[in-house]
């Protein structure tokens, strides 16, 4: 199914519409929808940006690891990766992030429900960036 109001080609491959799933050619589209049970079967790209809003901190320890694995094997090194998860809510686990994301920022946001709800902007890079990654936590925390 082609989205109309969007200015570029698009593809929605879901259970729900009952478009012969797996038939999508992801590198035709310029914005793809797919459901997480299609799109390791799917995928061959790499991408320049993932975002996750508000369902990790819904999932569990597996969950939520296999997920950030999964922004790490299929974005691009400079890919921008955006995470905004409640740390208080239902996952009272860790986000494990790849030590080569590099934290740009890390702060709640107006939309945050809760004193913990942090909003995280990566850069995906070849380095490790764990020290400062730190630093930025350290500036999250005292605030």
């Known amino acids: 199914m082609v989205l109309g109001f969007l200015p570029c080609k698009a593809v929605v491959d879901s259970a729900a519409t009952h478009s012969k799933p797996g038939s999508a050619n992801l590198s035709s589209c310029d914005i793809a929808i797919v459901p997480a049970w299609h799109f390791e079967r799917l995928n061959t790209l790499h991408y320049d940006a993932c975002i996750n809003i508000e369902s990790m901190q819904e999932m569990s320890q597996y969950h939520v690891d296999y997920y950030l694995n999964r922004f790490q094997s299929t974005t691009s090194v400079g890919a921008t990766i955006y995470v905004s998860n409640a740390r208080n809510y239902y996952f009272r686990g860790s986000f494990n992030y790849p030590k080569n994301w590099r ?14 709800h ?6 995906r890079t070849t380095e490790n960036c764990v020290l400062p990654n730190r630093a930025v936590d350290a500036i999250y925390n005292t605030d």
Not at 118 to 123: C, E, G, V
């Open 118 to 123: 942090p909003t995280k902007i990566f850069r």
């Open 103 to 116: 934290r740009l920022f890390c702060a709640n946001t107006p939309r945050s429900w809760s004193m913990d």
